[in-house]
């Protein structure tokens, strides 16, 4: 199976575990970090189906868009486990996926992306 493929699997697997874990979040940060978190996560895995979907500088675009929505993901990660709506746990699993979902977005970037 290719990376392509792999990154898929592993954003998709990565989405299905975040969301049920954030309506645990405050109500209170329903509307604010909570909604930007989820919207990080799904604009990643929307954003690689559309790569998939082009060619050339299009591929390119949209994969360089899918690496900026993970850098987000990562900070409001980040930011959830230092206010402590994560365990340390989840918070080593988050990681680990998303750490996992990077590689796989760089090899695939620098099979596409001139100079990644």
Not at 37 to 46: D, G, H, I, K, Y
Not at 59 to 70: F, G, M, P, T, V
């Amino acid at each position: 199976m290719s990376d392509e493929m792999v990154i898929f699997t592993r954003s998709y697997d990565f989405v299905s575990w975040l969301i049920p874990l954030t309506m645990d979040f405050p109500k209170s940060q329903r509307f604010i970090i909570t909604k930007r978190l989820q919207a990080c996560a799904l604009n990643f895995q929307e954003l690689i189906v559309e790569a998939n979907a082009q060619r050339g500088v299009q591929r390119s675009e949209k994969l360089r868009a899918a690496d900026a929505e993970l850098l987000k993901t990562r900070l409001y990660l980040r930011l959830c486990q230092k206010w402590k709506w994560m365990t340390n746990g989840q918070y080593k699993h988050a990681s680990d996926m998303v750490a996992e979902i990077g590689r796989l977005l760089g090899g695939w970037m620098k099979s596409v992306v001139p100079g990644s």
